[in-house]
């Protein structure tokens, strides 16, 4: 499975039967945001980048659309990156569990890592400090200062 399709499927599986009252939810680890801005954030980074390379899909399932034409888009390690902590953050926003595979910690860690300080200087980010002894999604999710 592609990084895009298995980033896909977690934010997929974290709004799954979502309810109109839950979209007003607040996200804890997106402060002012509510489940609706996370998914609305992440609905038009996609659309966007997809309209930008030429791409107009008939269909309204910006997901799949991505999936499709993933290969041909420019900044799609970056979209796996936004799915993948937006799917973590609906999911603790609405008290489901997101589980994060190997290879979606993977694509986290080897982003942080190149990144480097540049995640310090967004704000969207704000690296915490993760506790000592923590586990593995622990450690990086903290890179992005995501506290489970």
Do not use: K
């Not at 900044?75 to 953050?89: G, I, K, P, S, Y």
């Amino acid at each position: 499975m592609s990084d895009v399709a298995r980033a896909a499927r977690l934010l997929r599986d974290a709004t799954r039967d979502l309810g109109v009252a839950e979209l007003s939810r607040p996200v804890p680890s997106c402060p002012g945001w509510t489940v609706s801005d996370a998914l609305t954030h992440v609905a038009e980074n996609l659309a966007g980048e997809l309209a930008e390379a030429g791409f107009h899909p008939e269909t309204a399932d910006v997901l799949a659309a991505y999936e499709l034409h993933a290969a041909e888009l420019p900044r799609a390690e970056f979209q796996v990156l936004d799915m993948t902590l937006h799917a973590w953050d609906i999911g603790r926003a609405l008290g489901r569990t997101v589980e994060l595979g190997d290879a979606d910690l993977d694509v986290l860690e080897t982003f942080a890592l190149a990144a480097g300080d540049r995640l310090r200087e967004d704000d969207a980010f704000r690296p915490v400090p993760a506790p000592a002894g923590a586990d593995r999604p622990t450690r990086v999710l903290a890179a992005y200062g995501r506290t489970p």
